[in-house]
């Protein structure tokens, strides 16, 4: 009977090992059939290198911009206005959750503002905050904190009325408040739900610092993709595309491999 069970666990596990290879396999597969397929339209004159360019003119471009020293400004700009926004976000974001969540009076107040809020397109609050705070960094890095801060402390205040109410009622009659409530039971519960909206959080940030950085950016990753599309260098525009992937992936990356640590730590 051990035998066999040992045997199906290993034939399970071969097969989430199988599956995982084929997704990665697919993955990467589709991403390179896309490139070579907008290589071979760019040079076969199925599409317009100068309006779409190429795979092949975007490294050429990125490598020349990388020997110059130009395009470094430009990435340490962004990703630094990206991570300062996302602290401020994670920081504030929980500090109103927790405080809706000691105070219920005040959370049934604010929540049809929150909603509100959380559902104007940010991209209509940016040139308000550029007459409000001026074109400098501080407005960019208030442009990421708009596009996600309000949903983040919408989705944490649900997740913190959702902790264990039996847990919650033991700690109340043993004698504990609020504060013990909250330390003990809530917070500790809620770690996953942070690191899960952290995980959107930083994808929402770095849109809303591009934002930012397309009206009042002299520098950024942004201000070369409206720069590009002015002078008609569409090359940096679509680099400038394809680094914000990159560093979309990365940061989210990053945030999943601390949620996996945490993740198989606790469990």
């Known amino acids: 009977m051990m035998s066999e069970i040992s045997y199906h666990q290993q034939q399970y596990i071969r097969h989430q090992k199988r599956e995982k290879k084929l997704v990665l ?8 059939f896309f490139l070579v397929l907008w290589e071979i339209s760019a040079r076969t004159g199925l599409i317009d290198s100068f309006i779409f360019s190429s795979p092949v003119m975007i490294w050429h471009s990125f490598c020349s911009m990388c020997r110059d020293g130009s395009i470094f400004p430009h990435l340490s700009v962004t ?3 990206t991570l300062v926004s996302f602290l401020f976000v994670v920081v504030l974001g929980a500090g109103m959750a927790v405080l809706l969540w000691t105070c219920p009076r005040l959370a049934k107040i604010t929540e049809p503002y929150l909603v509100v809020l959380n559902s104007l397109p940010k991209s209509a609050l940016a040139p308000l905050l550029i ?4 074109a400098n960094e501080r407005t960019i890095v208030v442009a990421g904190m708009s596009v996600a801060i309000f ?15 039996e847990k919650l009622k033991l700690i109340e009659t043993l004698g504990g408040h609020k504060k013990e409530k909250l330390l003990k039971i809530v917070l500790p519960s809620s770690v996953p739900l942070i690191l899960s909206v952290m995980k959107v959080n930083i994808g929402l940030c770095l849109v809303g610092v591009i934002i930012g950085e397309f009206i009042g950016g002299r520098e ?6 409206i720069y590009g599309s002015q002078v008609f260098k569409l090359d940096w525009l679509l680099m400038s595309i394809c680094i914000l992937c990159i560093i979309a992936v990365l940061l989210y990356a ?5 949620e996996k640590w945490y993740l198989k730590k606790t469990g």
């Open 131 to 134: 007459v409000w705070l001026g």
């Open 254 to 258: 990053i945030i999943s491999l601390i």
């Open 220 to 225: 950024g990753l942004g201000y070369m993709i």
């Open 79 to 81: 990703i630094t206005e």
């Open 151 to 165: 949903g983040s402390v919408i989705n944490l205040h649900s997740g913190f009325c959702q902790a264990d109410p």
């Open 25 to 32: 396999f697919l993955r990467i597969f589709i991403l390179l």
